[in-house]
């Protein structure tokens, strides 16, 4: 936990260098990378998460990604000797640039070059600075120690540190990298003829072996271009370079009249102490800054290589096409009854389905009248009592008669006033699963969630109801944007909607007709595949079906839950809501998301989900490390737990959940009730309780409350005393009451706990 939260500092520390909303990411890289394209820029994760070398090391990537342009560094690349010059000019030019830009910065560079001397980053203990290395490590290490170390620069060595001085664009800094380099290499040519070349000290540090370099190429190169590196062509968008154009041409003369007048001398003996050795019996020497190569390899020890990190965003979704509205889905429904009756094959059946269905939803709904009264009830005694428990009394200026007797003892002889606390504005949100596993339970869960509707109605809180679905003419693993306004790295969902079936908007004769047409849609699938008679099912029209774009598809979940983020921030807001209660009603796992967005020089594209390491998912400035990721490509189970925290965390709200099981065997008797070890208790009672209450609690990631019911004692019982007769004996009565209330009580598990968690 601690290194989550050294890390987002540091990511916010690095998006106010780079005075932009770049996105900052850690990861198990050995070289920090800027993305040009995406704007993302990809730091190590250290050992150390404090200190010096840390931020200055920041403070140094976030200046390339400022000032060094992507596609004109990537144009050198493909030369190594020339971008080893480069990247040290560069270095020089940009951290001078930062450390001007963010004096606060200057402390962390002093201390970190320091820090990295102490323990030998540049490999240069036991060596002599000044006799065994070359002009450009030279002027690496005087830069890198911001001119500190005593460095003994020739007269002809002045003159190239004055033109690293002078550089003012990335263009300067090639043209001067491609001179100096010319310039070295004639020395060279020079010095090869000297009798004591072979013996030289600069030898040893420059020879090139052919095999080790085939072996560390690729590593050498990483290392150099880690300051610059983006696999991406784009240019970064620097205001920098374009201030620095009027200089180029200015530089560039004074780099060409400078250099062409000095690159023949005669070189001095300091000139030959930069540049080292030649060929001989010991190969060619390798033009390039031994001093970054040591560096780039001993960052290594810095690396935290156990921390692996995957980062994601929430897509933004498109509302308008996401979501039915109510009025919407009234509409498909009456279009829906104008069709039917207007086909002959149809028309007898819904004629008679219309009046039949009203009759039996008007019965529905007396029948639960005391039921949802019953909840009301309750609902008020239990907010009651926890305004009375939190309630205050304080003296008021008026005396009480009653105590006044007791005057000569005590002081308090006044009346005392009770002061209650303001209650606080409730709100709540249900999703409901309109998947086609849930075909056999839809009627049991339709009764129960309507009951909560009118409960809500009654006692006057603002409430959405929505059901998610899939939509089924798009294919899943085609890129389609038909939801999500997607962008690079945003989580790749399936088209889905999402349908206001209820809300506390709707008049109450809208509220009534969609809620009939919920019961029938659920009804429908109640009788589809019972064992009664075609005919049967005919005469009581639950044949008539509904619209092609309400039946049952796959488990979008997840795509819901990333809407409701939207759709609840808007709730909140606009009825004022401080108290909110998110409810999902499901019998399963959500579908897992098909992989992540990726912004390629083609456009956005669907790319895979990544394997390993901790998924953060990021959400503008804030950042959540939520869950391992290992199967996260198959597991929709443990998205939903972090995409849920997400919402938690962002909206202040209680997210409750319950999980109808179907049935006490197979996959959930294994998963819930067969915990063997340490949870084996937990799992003993849980299976103790589901026996005797049909319902059950357990702990689950993103939940605050999550029950298991079993949903053959969830349909809505009202206790039906006519089968008792006077005739009966009292003990037979009794029997009777007695079954009637418990099937009455455990029907109303779902509501009494849904009380207990809202009130």
Not at 333 to 340: D, E, F, L, Q, T
Not at 644 to 658: D, P, R, S, W, Y
Request: hydrophobic fraction near 30%; charged fraction near 30%; charge should be positive.
């Amino acid at each position: 936990m601690t290194t989550q939260i050294n890390i987002n500092t540091k990511s916010q520390l690095a998006k106010l260098i780079a005075t932009e909303n770049l996105t900052v990411q850690h990861n198990n890289v050995k070289t920090a990378s800027f993305d040009t394209l995406n704007r993302i820029l990809t730091l190590p994760v250290f050992k150390v998460q404090t200190g010096d070398i840390y931020d200055m090391l920041i403070a140094h990537e976030c200046s390339h990604a400022l000032y060094t342009p992507t596609k004109a560094w990537q144009s050198i690349c493909h030369d190594d000797e020339l971008r080893a010059y480069v990247n040290v000019i560069e270095d020089c030019r940009i951290d001078k640039k930062i450390q001007k830009k963010y004096p606060g910065v200057v402390k962390n560079y002093l201390q970190g070059f320091d820090d990295m001397m102490s323990k030998n980053f540049f490999g240069l203990d036991g060596k002599d600075y000044n006799k065994d290395l070359m002009l450009i490590d030279k002027i690496n290490m005087y830069y890198k120690s911001s001119k500190r170390l005593d460095i003994n620069f020739s007269n002809s060595d002045k003159i190239w540190v004055k033109k690293v001085d002078e550089v003012k664009s990335f263009k300067d800094v090639v043209e001067l990298a491609k001179k100096m380099l010319d310039w070295q290499k004639k020395q060279l040519e020079k010095m090869k003829k000297l009798p004591d070349f072979d013996s030289h000290p600069l030898v040893e540090n420059y020879k090139h072996d052919k095999k080790e370099d085939s072996d560390n190429n690729v590593n050498t190169k990483d290392s150099d271009s880690s300051d610059n590196n983006s696999d991406k062509s784009n240019e970064i968008n620097s205001s920098d370079e374009d201030s620095d154009k009027d200089n180029n041409s200015k530089s560039a003369s004074d780099d060409t009249k400078d250099g062409d007048n000095k690159s023949d001398e005669k070189p001095t003996e300091g000139v030959a102490n930069d540049l080292g050795a030649g060929s001989g019996a010991s190969g060619d020497l390798k033009l390039t800054a031994v001093t970054n190569v040591s560096l780039d390899s001993n960052k290594e020890r810095l690396y935290d290589n156990t921390q692996s990190f995957n980062y994601t965003s929430i897509p933004d979704v498109k509302l308008n096409n996401a979501v039915h509205t109510y009025k919407k889905f009234l509409s498909n429904m009456r279009k829906h009854v104008a069709y039917k009756l207007s086909e002959s094959q149809y028309a007898d059946d819904t004629k008679k389905y219309i009046p039949f269905l009203k009759s039996e939803f008007t019965k529905f709904k007396n029948d639960n009248k005391k039921t949802v009264m019953y909840l009301v009830k309750e609902f008020e005694m239990k907010k009651a009592a926890t305004a009375y428990k939190k309630a205050t009394s304080d003296k008021t200026g008026v005396i009480d008669p009653l105590k006044l007797k007791n005057y000569k003892f005590s002081d308090d002889i006044f009346k005392r006033l009770t002061i209650l606390p303001d209650s606080k504005n409730h709100g709540m949100m249900m999703l409901l699963d309109w998947s086609g596993s849930m075909s056999d339970i839809l009627s049991k869960t339709v009764d129960q969630l309507i009951n909560l509707v009118y409960f809500c109605q009654k006692i006057n809180i603002p409430y959405e109801v929505y059901f998610f679905n899939s939509l089924r003419e798009h294919s899943s693993y085609e890129f389609d944007n038909t939801c999500f306004n997607y962008k690079h790295n945003d989580l790749f969902f399936d088209p889905f909607m999402l349908v206001n079936v209820a809300s506390h908007r709707m008049k109450k004769t809208e509220l009534d007709e969609s809620l009939m047409y919920l019961y029938s849609m659920s009804q429908y699938w109640a009788t589809r595949y019972s064992y009664r008679s075609f005919d049967s099912r005919v005469e009581e029209s639950y044949n008539y079906g509904m619209p092609d774009d309400y039946w049952l598809g796959n488990t979008p979940l997840n795509e819901g839950l990333v809407a409701c983020d939207k759709l609840i921030k808007i709730f909140k807001q606009k009825y004022n809501v401080e108290k909110m209660s998110f409810i999902t009603l499901t019998d399963g796992a959500s579908n897992y998301a098909r992989g992540k967005v990726e912004n390629t020089s083609n456009g956005l594209q669907r790319g895979n989900m990544p394997y390993g390491g901790k998924l953060i998912i990021k959400d503008g400035k804030k950042s959540y490390n939520l869950a391992d990721t290992e199967d996260h490509y198959y597991s929709g189970e443990k998205l939903t737990a972090s995409i849920l925290n997400v919402i938690k965390k962002k909206h202040n709200i209680k997210t409750i959940g319950f999980y109808l099981i179907k049935r006490t065997r197979g996959y959930e008797n294994e998963r819930f009730f067969r915990v063997w070890g340490s949870d084996r208790e937990a799992a003993l009672k849980r299976k103790k309780d589901f026996s005797k209450d049909k319902v059950c609690t357990i702990d689950k990631p993103g939940y605050d409350e999550y029950f298991l019911v079993n949903v053959k004692n969830m349909a809505v019982q009202n206790a039906d005393l006519d089968t008792i007769k006077t005739d009966m004996k009292a003990g037979k009565i009794k029997q009777l009451f007695s079954k009637s209330m418990k099937g009455r009580i455990t029907s109303r598990v779902l509501l009494n706990k849904f009380i207990q968690n809202v009130a």
